[in-house]
């Protein structure tokens, strides 16, 4: 396996406002993706998160509102923009370690929008 | 796309049975299954993987089970334990961890002492 980051672990943020999520592996990696777990619910697909180029998103999610940057292979940073109470939620990165085909997760943004 | 339902959503056993979690999924196409364990406030951990060219994989006390004509595969536990209390999700993909992966709604196994 691999160690997976995320920063920050936890935040309390006001609407209005935006949020940047990064994630860090220490391997090399093929995929990035980053998920939506609602309290208590299952995990969503928010992107692809591509090296160098935009992201790939979910139907339901755009880039105006969740912008992904991926400058390298091992770095990804997702952004929640504009936030307001319903983007309250667990934000989730992975990862698909170059040498297996598996993926792991990050430990997750618990995030809460006032 | 892929949907992916799982059952039960709630399931309890005494300890030392055996719990047994189901999955159907829709996208014939889907050729990778994994199996995650997610303990309150932690993330998902993988805890065993099938490919469409196996039909069984077992590990220690975990097994899981894929039928390709059906569309289904489950996820066998025998000889429970109290720490195997846990939300357990499956998902699949189409191309193994390569691709996005989608994921049932998940089962709450509580195991009884």
């Known amino acids: 396996s691999a160690v997976i980051s995320q920063k920050p672990s936890r935040d309390i943020c006001q609407r209005g406002t935006s949020l940047t999520i990064q994630c860090q592996v220490d391997?090399?990696?093929?995929?990035m993706f980053w998920y939506r777990q609602q309290p208590g619910q299952s995990l969503t697909l928010i992107a692809t998160?591509?090296?160098?180029?935009?992201?790939?998103?979910e139907s339901g999610f755009v880039i105006d509102k969740f912008p992904i940057s991926r400058p390298n292979l091992t770095f990804s940073t997702l952004t929640v923009s504009n936030m307001s109470p319903e983007d309250s939620s667990i934000y989730l990165c992975?990862?698909?370690?170059?040498?297996?085909?598996?993926?792991?997760f990050g430990p997750g943004t618990r995030l809460l929008v006032l | 796309g892929e949907n992916v339902e799982q059952h039960p959503s709630t399931l309890s056993v005494q300890e030392g049975d055996s719990a047994v979690i189901k999955c159907t999924y829709s996208?014939?196409?889907?050729?990778?299954f994994p199996w995650y364990k997610q303990e309150l406030g932690k993330r998902p951990q993988l805890i065993i993987d099938?490919?469409?060219?196996?039909g069984e994989k077992k590990d220690q006390r975990i097994a899981v089970t894929l039928n390709k004509t059906a569309k289904h595969f489950s996820l066998h536990i025998t000889e429970t334990q109290p720490e195997d209390s846990a939300v357990y999700f499956c998902?699949?993909?189409?191309?193994?961890?390569?691709?996005?992966?989608?994921f049932g709604t998940g089962t709450r196994l509580t195991i009884i002492p």
């Open positions: 998160a591509n090296q160098g180029s935009e992201a790939t998103y």
């Open positions: 998902a699949a993909s189409k191309g193994f961890g390569n691709e996005k992966l989608t």
């Open positions: 996208d014939s196409a889907s050729n990778y």
């Open positions: 391997s090399q990696v093929t995929m």
């Open positions: 099938i490919r469409s060219n196996v």
């Open positions: 992975s990862a698909t370690l170059a040498v297996q085909e598996t993926q792991y």
